[in-house]
């Protein structure tokens, strides 16, 4: 199975803060790899998908990148309704795996 | 509007079976293939189970914590997908989630609101 490991865990950050989250696989991936929000008590919502293409709907201060094991999710500019809890995924191969989280938390 | 809508979770007790099923809307059904994926409380996302579509044979995968114990399906002409859980243990509890699996880029875009399973004594 591909372990995803993320960093960091959890995020203290405030409104208008630029935060990156960052994926590595325990093997290459190519570009299979998604981001997604979570709230509590809620559904997680798909951000990003193919390491980099935003999914319809969601702002453009979210941005992923890289390929191969190492990835990132950006938020370029904070705003209240994203503190939240954010999962990597990939989708190589089944069985699907996620990292364990990171929660982002306002400072 | 594309929808997935889950049911069927209740309080079960160990060794006991459960059936959840997913009423899809909004999109041609029978073209994607569907997962289940779970979140214990307090805790992270977990896959369960695949099933593809018509064109790959509805073929199916598990995780290894839940093969031979749970069974995905599919009813494409009633928009349902189904997951049959039976000698259920305390650490299946948790929401169970239906997602679509986009056709060819294979990500999970659309989510259900998930369904709650309990299992205790």
């Known amino acids: 199975d591909i372990q995803m490991t993320q960093s960091p865990s959890s995020l203290s950050a405030s409104v208008g803060d630029r935060v990156t989250i960052t994926c590595r696989a325990s093997q290459g991936i190519v570009g299979s790899l998604a981001w997604f929000q979570q709230k509590p008590g809620k559904a997680p919502k798909s951000l990003i998908y193919?390491?980099?293409s935003l999914q319809s709907g969601v702002p453009s201060r979210f941005s992923g990148s890289g390929s191969g094991t190492e990835f990132t999710l950006t938020i370029s500019s904070l705003q209240p309704e994203d503190f939240a809890t954010y999962y990597c995924q990939q989708y190589r191969s089944i069985p699907i795996t996620f990292g364990q989280g990171t929660r982002l938390e306002i400072k | 509007e594309v929808q997935l809508v889950e049911s069927g979770g209740v309080l079960a007790e160990p060794g006991g079976s459960l059936r959840l099923s997913c009423a899809a809307s909004g999109f041609t059904f029978s073209d994607h293939y569907m997962d289940w994926v779970r979140q214990a409380p307090g805790k992270g996302l977990e896959w369960v189970a695949r099933v593809r579509n018509r064109a790959r044979s509805y073929t199916t995968d598990y995780a290894a914590s839940v093969k031979g114990r749970f069974t995905i399906s599919r009813d494409d002409p009633e928009n349902l997908l189904h997951l049959q859980m039976n000698t259920l243990r305390t650490e299946d509890t948790a929401v169970y989630y239906c997602?679509?699996?986009?056709?060819?880029?294979?990500?999970?875009?659309?989510w259900g609101q998930g369904t709650t399973v309990t299992v205790s004594s």
């Open positions: 997602a679509r699996v986009q056709t060819g880029t294979y990500d999970l875009d659309v």
């Open positions: 193919g390491a980099s």
